[in-house]
C-alpha cells in the first residue's frame, strides 16, 4: 500500500512558477513510476507527467512540454513537478499517482495509487 500526500498547490499570476511536491509513504517507493495529472472544472482528469522508477526516462503532454519537469528523490520518497511560465489553462486539481510497475505510463487507469490533490489556480 502506498500514501501519497501531494503540497505546493495555490494561487498565482500568470507567467509565475509553483512547484508541486508528493511525499510517498512505503518502503518501495523506488520502484514505482510515478505521475502527475490534473483535472479542471467539469473535465476529465488528464495526464501531465511521468516518471519512470530511475528518473531515467520522462514523459509529458503536449500542453506542458518545455514549461513544466518532472523529478524525483528515491532518498525523500518524493516527487517534483516544477511548473514555469503557468497560464490561465494550468489551473485544475492536481494529483500525484503511482503504479505498480518501474516503467512510466501515461493512462489514467495504468495508476493503482491517489493523492487527494491539490489545487493550481493561475489568474490571467
Known amino acids: 500500500q502506498v500514501q501519497l500526500v501531494e503540497s505546493g498547490g495555490g494561487l498565482v499570476q500568470a507567467g509565475g512558477s509553483l512547484r508541486l511536491s508528493c511525499a510517498a509513504s512505503g518502503r518501495t517507493f523506488s520502484s514505482y513510476a510515478m505521475g502527475w495529472f490534473r483535472q479542471a472544472p467539469g473535465k476529465e482528469r488528464e495526464f501531465v507527467a511521468t516518471?519512470?522508477?530511475?528518473?531515467?526516462?520522462?514523459y509529458y503532454a503536449d500542453s506542458v512540454k518545455g514549461r513544466f519537469t518532472i523529478s524525483r528523490d528515491n532518498a525523500k520518497n518524493t516527487v517534483y513537478l516544477q511548473m514555469n511560465s503557468l497560464k490561465s489553462e494550468d489551473t485544475a486539481v492536481y494529483y500525484c499517482?503511482?503504479?505498480?510497475?518501474?516503467?512510466?505510463?501515461?493512462?489514467?487507469?495504468?495508476?493503482?495509487?491517489w493523492g487527494q490533490g491539490t489545487q493550481v489556480t493561475v489568474s490571467s
Open positions: 499517482a503511482a503504479r505498480s510497475a518501474a516503467v512510466a505510463a501515461i493512462g489514467v487507469y495504468e495508476y493503482d495509487y
Open positions: 516518471i519512470s522508477w530511475s528518473g531515467g526516462s520522462l
